[in-house]
């Protein structure tokens, strides 16, 4: 009954490799979020959609490619890979029903190391 | 300025003490507050919201005061569980859409 589930939890690659991360949501949340918490914890928006529509990207590499074929569903796909990319990515969801309820929901993170 | 600050710590406070923290955010068009708790090597749960006429919950109160633009979270009575790290939340809307920051969090040792 896991609401927000990502895969994998932790991924180590190698510098120039292309990966993705699953992300899916069970909550019927129309919007899903991509974060990135780097090495100082500091938690950054990345991307952000609604019902499968791009709605906030962030300052963010063009390597970094979000895919969502349904509203339950937010991938992250990840080209060239760097060094700097190592971090922890948080895929979360929320049901923007409004303001007050904008509760997100965040998945167990997934740890990249690049080396 | 940063658009959500908050002092990283860490604090370090025995059990039983009350314990405060702040956030200031920079956006004075900003709706909706919040603190969210992390602990380590976790995702981020959400702890309250925050609300203009301020709410508690159990031994935690949280305040709004949005003429000084500033969230505040106050832990009464401090439990060894309350070891986390504390994330402050501001969502405003920007070209029609969310946006949602968080701040660098503040860190709690609760010390026995």
């Known amino acids: 009954d896991t609401a927000v589930s990502q895969t994998p939890k932790y991924l180590v690659t190698q510098m120039g490799n292309d990966k993705s991360i699953k992300c899916e949501q069970n909550?019927?949340?129309?919007?899903m979020y991509w974060y990135k918490q780097d090495s100082k914890k500091f938690l950054k928006i990345m991307f952000s959609y609604n019902n499968k529509e791009l709605i906030i990207n962030e300052t963010v590499p063009n390597r970094f490619s979000p895919k969502s074929p349904d509203k339950a569903h937010l991938n992250l796909h990840i080209n060239s890979l760097e060094l700097g990319d190592s971090a922890v990515y948080f895929c979360?969801?929320?049901?923007?029903?409004?303001?007050?309820?904008?509760?997100?929901?965040f998945g167990p993170g997934t740890r990249l190391t690049v080396l | 300025r940063k658009e959500v600050e908050q002092d990283p710590g860490p604090f370090n406070v025995p059990e039983g003490a009350t314990v405060a923290f702040n956030c200031t955010y920079s956006n004075s068009a900003s709706q909706s507050f919040f603190w969210y708790r992390q602990d380590c090597r976790k995702e981020p749960k959400l702890l309250m919201s925050v609300y203009s006429s301020g709410n508690e919950d159990g031994r935690f109160t949280a305040q709004l005061n949005r003429a000084s633009q500033y969230i505040s979270l106050l832990i009464r009575d401090s439990k060894l569980s309350d070891s986390a790290t504390y994330l402050c939340?501001?969502?405003?809307?920007?070209?029609?859409?969310?946006?949602?920051?968080f701040g660098i969090g503040t860190k709690l040792q609760v010390i026995p």
């Open positions: 939340v501001v969502i405003a809307n920007s070209g029609g859409y969310q946006k949602v920051t």
């Open positions: 979360a969801s929320s049901q923007e029903s409004g303001l007050a309820d904008n509760e997100q929901f």
């Open positions: 909550l019927g949340h129309d919007t």
